[in-house]
């Protein structure tokens, strides 16, 4: 489910292999919250003029256990980003902007993470403006089910120099958001390509990069920013074209600095955050920019 108080944009991965051919993951049942582990990605953000210092913590509903307990200092327009791999359960996140170690501004959501599912939790914090240190802030907790790719359809249509290929990838968004996919891939797309689920390529293509192994990149975001990003990788065998998917590897350091950004770059196009706590639409053309440099960072 989606908890919006006020929306600001991160990014999280969830990571699994699929085999060869049309098919999925084997991954937990979307909603699933009676066993197994999930991830949250905290994404705290300071939007205004002024730095935060902003104390975050989650505690598990059923036992009452801290989950985090943590105190992070933003600066304007940028994010910090706190990865968690947690028992699914309900959590009760709870954010407050600190001057002198008095909170000013306070704010806390419940938050079911589940089975198998990657949750983006976005604090936006912002300091009072044009006042004295001290004299309140607002803060605000949002959340977002990352979605997921689960499989690749690989299909050839027609013979000879026409000959094409459809390759098809199989995503999800259980908070039923609209997706956008950014493709790439070295000697098969020209640039970043924006659009569907569905990449249709020449065959001649496929075959001119057989020689070496030629791949498609892959990222799916929704609406509010949360993306996930997986390898195509294409191969012919006696005249056929079969696909094999992979999940971007999201525990590398390069994955991690790639994350960084993005969330950096998602709070940028976020819109600033009113007392009175309304949610407003996103620049959508921002976002999309920052699917698209992921896409550029993950595939390197």
């Known amino acids: 489910m989606r908890n919006v108080n006020v929306l600001l944009l991160g990014l999280a991965f969830g990571a699994g292999v699929v085999a060869v051919g049309c098919t999925k993951s084997g991954t937990s049942d979307p909603g699933d919250m009676s066993t197994g582990s999930s991830k949250a ?50 959590y009760t996140f709870s954010a407050d902007v600190l001057s002198d170690d008095v909170s000013v501004g306070s704010s806390s959501a419940q938050i ?17 403006t044009g006042s004295s240190a001290g004299s309140g802030a607002t803060v605000q907790i949002g959340s977002d089910v990352v979605p997921r790719i689960l499989g690749v359809d690989v299909h050839a249509t027609g013979t000879g120099p026409e000959a094409t290929v459809s390759v098809h990838v199989d995503a999800e968004d259980i908070d039923g958001d609209a997706l956008t996919f950014f493709w790439s891939g070295a000697g098969l797309v020209d640039g970043v390509v924006v659009g569907s689920s569905t990449l249709t390529l020449p065959s001649a293509a496929i075959a001119a990069a057989a ?21 195509v990788v294409l191969a012919t065998t006696g005249g056929t074209v079969q696909g094999a998917m992979s999940a971007s590897a999201g525990e590398s350091d390069a994955m991690a600095a790639c994350l960084d950004a993005q969330a950096q770059c998602n709070a940028s196009c976020a819109p600033a955050v009113t007392a ?23 595939a390197k």
Do not use: F
């Not at 996103?282 to 699917?291: H, L, S, V, W, Y």
């Open 41 to 90: 990605r905290v994404v705290v953000s300071s939007q205004g003029s002024g730095s935060s210092t902003v104390h975050v913590t989650a505690m598990n509903d059923a036992t009452s256990s801290v989950a985090l307990d943590k105190t992070v200092e933003v600066s304007p327009g940028n994010a910090t980003v706190l990865d968690l791999s947690l028992p699914t359960a309900s």
């Open 211 to 231: 020689a070496g192994t030629p791949s498609l990149h892959v990222v799916a975001q929704d609406a509010q920013g949360a993306a996930t990003a997986a390898d």
């Open 276 to 298: 009175a706590g309304v949610a407003v639409a996103t620049n959508a053309a921002c976002t999309a920019g920052c699917g698209a440099a992921l896409l550029v960072c993950t």
């Open 112 to 128: 079911d993470l589940m089975g198998g599912q990657t949750t983006q939790i976005t604090v936006a914090a912002a300091p009072a």
